[in-house]
């Protein structure tokens, strides 16, 4: 059996439509999707700042991106900043080995959801940690991780993508 299409055939583009605008239904079913993801404990140490491009969220986001991306990212129509939950509530434990695990998990719903609504998504880290920390102001025990654009992509997937083999996956980190 070959890997599902949907699998397959997702990209990350590089640009993206700014014409076109996500709606309030599809920002729901992503933020859904992404809360089925499997997580230790059934914590979902996961949460989401959520700016659609137009929205005084989408501007208090771009300004603390980096140069590369500031150059593609804008014209995403929905910026997500990803924050993961790294203390863990009633236990002695001063750090949670898995909450960026888990909010991985919670991203690549996200991704596969949007990608089966004929969304394309780009995860990316070009963007000043400090500063929006400083802006969000998040919760005691939340840590910003990265962010995810999101829209119809102005480019077509790359026929050529070139992956890691299987082979590689088995063997690369291994002496």
């Not at 929905?78 to 909010?103: G, K, N, Q």
Request: proline letters at 6%; a negative charge; hydrophobic letters at 40%.
């Amino acid at each position: 059996m070959p890997v599902h299409p949907l699998l397959a055939s997702r990209f990350s583009p590089m640009w993206f439509d700014s014409d076109w605008n996500v709606t309030d239904d599809d920002v729901e079913v992503l933020l859904d999707a992404a809360r089925w993801a499997p997580s230790a404990g059934n914590s979902q140490p996961w949460a989401y700042f959520v700016a659609r491009r137009g929205e005084p969220e989408h501007d208090r986001i771009v300004k603390h991106l980096a140069r590369s991306s500031g150059r593609w990212a804008p014209s995403a129509s929905l910026l997500i900043v990803t924050m993961a939950h790294r203390y863990v509530e009633d236990t002695d434990w001063a750090y949670s080995d898995f909450a960026d695990y888990d909010l991985g998990q919670s991203v690549a719903h996200l991704t596969l959801q949007a990608h089966a609504m004929d969304l394309a998504c780009r995860q990316f880290r070009a963007f000043n940690l400090e500063t929006l920390t400083d802006d969000l102001q998040p919760g005691a025990g939340w840590h910003i991780v990265s962010m995810i654009a999101i829209g119809r992509a102005a480019e077509d997937r790359p026929a050529d993508r070139e992956r890691r083999s299987t082979e590689e996956l088995r063997t690369a980190p291994w002496d």
